[in-house]
């Protein structure tokens, strides 16, 4: 919400300079992201407010013009201008125009540049009459990019006044969270303003001067979705003329962040930044005429099957069923709170306007724009909530601002469908509450006085207790909780001193689940993982991906939970696997980066068919992809390759290590999302733990992940950490030396390495310390049929110094197991 100050100023004094004023509003839950200054370098000496005396030819040139301007000095200056809007006022004799006027020396932005390039307006001759002084166009100011002709200033701009002082302005940008839809309007920004600072608010006159026929009697309103629409308001402005809006008005639609368009148009944004109700203007006679020349009849309901219009941006849509509509008997005219349509819009030809205010259901609203990705000032106020009251004073504003702006003529009665006034909300609040709350005491004149200051009605009920009624504007407050938070926003977070508990620390107790979370994600981040958390709502589409062939309706629906009020159809269902969301945010940094690995620690949602509540089981999910190390010189091209399973397998057997589970087995394993020969299922003391692997291509199109190979995993988590020891024994280090001996065997092909590693650890007794495997030979003159297992085995004694006979003897007892259960025989 952009708040210019010069505007605000019109509803409150304003008594604090800007840093505090800033530093209030922050403090008090309206932070404050930006301060734009406007004019605050425009030199107060050198760039003044003029006024254009006369418009002559330039004796050598059609296109330019000599104006001669009064800026408050001792003599009317002349400067040569080619602006075309000056043009008309040419050999007109005396004239009045006000304009932004720059003298020599002064800088501003070159017109003819484009962006926004500074330079220092100096003496000149312009074919041959010299030039001093310059008449200025919006982008010489730095305002917009408009430059095609000067500025003209309101007919009451004093003349010679630094423009500055005329024209500048500070806007104050607030980063307002959904809650505050109070403040998304000006008066809800001078309220606060005046809260903080003990000033009153000034309302706009919201009377209006109503002389034409009963509005009742030239169209007629309906609501068949009072669940959805509290309450429609239309007037009828009759009579206007389409045109411009007043440069003040222009200014401050701009500054709040909208583009002008039109009188009609720009006094509807005003008066909704003003009240923060949004409103739309119908073409009244576009809607007698679709109405057969009758009395046309705006109905308010949900959208039928397959209806649909072409909105204001000219996109034809179609709506479902929950899409609330603006219609008339003739099908759609408006998208509820969101968007117009095309056939009703304003045009210059426009003569009379239906001018709705109307309330809706802000979940309805919040919906619809983002099924339609229509983001707009309205939806985003709509969509915070509204109260039905302010539909009728927003109308009335604006309807007056249309006749003396327009000229137009104001229906007598205002059309007012309100089928059901909500009742006020009373809260009562205790002094033993406050406290309780805020940790020291109030007396509760004082909260009454801050309350009041609010705008809440307050009574007394006893001198402990006040019982205050919300105003209207303030949905958000419903509990004593509120109330009291407002206390506390008002009197100062600042202000409230730090006290220390007064009671005993309560007793600090282990959680050995979550210890064991956190060890998991220091054993990932040490191996050079970086903990990812991506969103526990997904949808069908993306989970079925993980399996190439299926679809969306192939899967169990009943197993999964579904929102009902998604945010995005992309989010709305629970999640089955991490697998997905990890491949997604994988893709999404393989944009910018050579290499990704990543893990996250998640739960996933498993419903039972007829369950009420899901599983939960905690996850965890690896991916890691790409250039196993960075390009180097020394490495040349790709360096050793990309990382693939056996990069994954490291990772993953570090973190049994550290987490000091034994008996891990990786068996082979088959699963759509892997690529065939490429997977391995874990298993942990006959417990299946989870799948890792590489991912198979089709998979790896539908995540838009690059043609490279991307190895992930899938653990249950809650499963592995239930196989973590609850203590271990640390064995000492030995002082003395190791014997390293080399071992190969052939063995057949389809003998698993790990089955020949387990024979190993087993047989080599305490002596053997580590068994590596370092390499796999296929090939001559190893027989077809047959491969070579080369390991590295580490022998050590605790006590002494090994002898090199004594680990040859345990390496003679390994091969002849390896040869009687395996068939094995050692390679020379």
């Known amino acids: 919400m952009k708040v210019p100050i010069?505007?605000?100023?019109?509803?409150?004094?304003?008594?604090?300079?800007?840093?505090?004023?800033?530093?209030?509003?922050?403090?008090?839950?309206?932070?404050?992201?930006?301060?734009?200054?406007?004019?605050?370098?425009w030199d107060r000496e050198k760039i003044v407010v003029g006024e254009v005396l006369e418009v002559r030819p330039h004796p050598n040139a059609d296109r330019l013009v000599l104006a001669d301007v009064d800026y408050g000095g001792e003599q009317v200056e002349q400067c040569v201008t080619g602006a075309p809007n000056l043009f008309p006022y040419?050999?007109?004799?005396?004239?009045?125009?006000?304009?932004?006027?720059?003298?020599?020396?002064?800088?501003?932005?070159?017109?003819?540049?484009?962006g926004f390039v500074k330079t220092r307006l100096k003496r000149t001759k312009i074919r041959g009459v010299p030039s001093r002084a310059m008449i200025c166009s919006e982008k010489e100011l730095g305002l917009s990019e408009a430059h095609e002709g000067i500025m003209l200033l309101p007919a009451d701009a004093p003349l010679g006044v630094p423009l500055a002082d005329y024209l500048g302005d500070v806007v104050l940008d607030l980063d307002l969270t959904p809650n505050l839809a109070r403040a998304y309007n000006m008066l809800g920004v001078a309220r606060e303003v005046a809260a903080l600072t003990g000033q009153q608010v000034r309302y706009p006159d919201t009377s209006w001067v109503a002389e034409g026929p009963p509005a009742g009697d030239l169209a007629a309103v309906v609501i068949e979705d009072p669940d959805l629409c509290?309450?429609?308001?239309?007037?009828?402005?009759?009579?206007?003329?389409?045109?411009?809006?007043?440069?003040?008005?222009?200014?401050?639609?701009?500054?709040?962040g909208m583009r002008p368009i039109s009188n009609i148009v720009d006094v509807t944004n005003y008066a909704m930044l003003e009240w923060g109700q949004p409103l739309h203007a119908f073409d009244y006679d576009k809607l007698v005429a679709r109405a057969g020349g009758g009395k046309p009849t705006i109905i308010v309901r949900r959208a039928r099957p397959?209806?649909?219009?072409?909105?204001?941006?000219?996109?034809?849509?179609?709506?479902?069923?929950?899409?609330?509509?603006?219609?008339?008997?003739?099908?759609?005219?408006?998208?509820?709170?969101?968007?117009?349509?095309?056939?009703?819009?304003?045009?210059?030809?426009?003569?009379?306007?239906?001018?709705?205010?109307a309330n809706f259901d802000f979940i309805s609203i919040r919906r619809t724009a983002q099924e339609l990705k229509l983001p707009s000032e309205a939806s985003a106020r709509f969509g915070r909530g509204i109260h039905p009251a302010l539909a009728e004073q927003a109308s009335r504003r604006a309807s007056e601002l249309m006749r003396l702006l327009a000229g137009g003529v104001i229906s007598r009665q205002l059309i007012d469908t309100y089928p059901a006034p909500p009742e006020p909300v009373v809260v009562e609040l205790t002094a033993?509450?406050?406290?309780?709350?805020l940790g020291i005491p109030f007396d509760m004149d004082d909260v009454a006085a801050i309350l009041e200051s609010l705008e809440f009605g307050v009574e007394r009920v006893d001198t402990e207790t006040i019982r205050a009624t919300v105003p209207e504007h303030r949905l958000d407050v419903e509990y004593p909780a509120d109330l009291?938070?407002?206390?506390?926003?008002?009197?100062?977070?600042?202000?409230?001193?730090?006290?220390?508990?007064?009671?005993?620390?309560?007793?600090?107790?282990?959680?050995?689940?979550?210890?064991?979370?956190?060890?998991?994600?220091?054993?990932?981040?040490?191996?050079?993982?970086?903990?990812?958390?991506?969103?526990?709502?997904?949808?069908?589409?993306?989970?079925?991906?993980?399996?190439?062939?299926?679809?969306?309706?192939?899967l169990p629906g009943d197993t999964y939970v579904v929102l009902s009020n998604p945010i995005s159809q992309e989010r709305s269902v629970m999640r089955h696997h991490l697998l997905g969301n990890a491949l997604e945010t994988a893709a999404a940094n393989l944009r910018f980066q050579d290499r990704v690995e990543i893990f996250e620690l998640g739960k996933v949602f498993l419903l039972e068919p007829g369950a009420e509540l899901p599983d939960e089981p905690l996850r965890l999910s690896i991916v890691v992809t790409g250039l196993r190390q960075e390009r180097h010189w020394l490495a040349g091209g790709e360096g050793d390759g990309y990382l693939d399973f056996f990069d994954l397998k490291g990772i993953v057997e570090t973190l049994l290590a550290r987490l000091h589970i034994d008996g891990a087995v990786y068996e082979p394993a088959e699963h759509p999302t892997f690529q065939a020969g490429r997977t391995a299922r874990l298993i942990v003391d006959g417990t299946e733990i989870g799948l890792l692997g590489e991912i198979q291509p089709a998979v790896r199109e539908a995540f838009e992940l690059p043609a490279q190979r991307v190895a992930a995993a899938e653990l249950d988590l809650q499963a592995l950490l239930a196989h973590v020891p609850d203590a271990w024994y640390v064995e000492p280090i030995s002082p003395y030396p190791a014997v390293l001996q080399d071992l190969a065997v052939v063995v057949d092909e389809g003998v698993p390495a790990a089955a020949v590693r387990e024979i190993i650890a087993g047989t080599g007794g305490f002596l053997l310390q580590d068994v590596q495997l370092f390499d796999?030979?296929?090939?001559?003159?190893?027989?077809?049929?047959?491969?070579?297992?080369?390991?590295?085995?580490?022998?050590?004694?605790?006590?002494?110094?090994?002898?090199?006979?004594?680990?040859?003897?345990?390496?003679e007892r390994i091969v002849a197991r390896l040869r009687k259960e395996l068939g094995a025989e050692q390679r020379s």
């Open 306 to 357: 397959g209806e649909g219009m072409t909105t204001l941006d000219g996109v034809d849509r179609i709506f479902n069923e929950d899409t609330l509509l603006i219609t008339d008997t003739a099908g759609p005219i408006g998208i509820a709170g969101v968007m117009g349509g095309l056939d009703t819009e304003i045009d210059e030809n426009t003569r009379n306007i239906l001018l709705e205010s």
């Open 230 to 256: 509290a309450r429609f308001t239309a007037s009828l402005i009759r009579d206007v003329e389409i045109g411009p809006a007043p440069p003040w008005m222009q200014d401050r639609v701009r500054r709040a």
């Open 776 to 811: 796999v030979y296929r090939g001559d003159p190893i027989p077809p049929g047959k491969k070579s297992l080369a390991y590295a085995l580490t022998f050590q004694a605790p006590d002494k110094t090994l002898r090199e006979e004594i680990a040859a003897r345990q390496v």
């Open 432 to 437: 033993s509450e406050v406290e309780r709350n």
């Open 6 to 41: 010069k505007w605000l100023k019109d509803y409150v004094d304003i008594t604090l300079d800007l840093d505090e004023l800033v530093e209030r509003l922050t403090l008090a839950g309206l932070e404050v992201g930006a301060i734009e200054q406007i004019g605050d370098w």
């Open 90 to 114: 040419l050999d007109a004799g005396r004239i009045s125009l006000k304009v932004p006027f720059a003298m020599e020396g002064a800088e501003l932005y070159d017109g003819h540049q484009p």
């Open 484 to 554: 009291i938070e407002e206390v506390a926003r008002i009197y100062g977070y600042d202000r409230i001193p730090v006290t220390e508990m007064a009671d005993r620390l309560p007793p600090q107790r282990a959680n050995r689940s979550l210890d064991l979370e956190e060890e998991v994600r220091d054993v990932l981040v040490g191996c050079g993982l970086q903990e990812v958390i991506t969103y526990s709502l997904t949808s069908l589409e993306r989970e079925a991906a993980l399996e190439p062939g299926r679809t969306a309706p192939d």
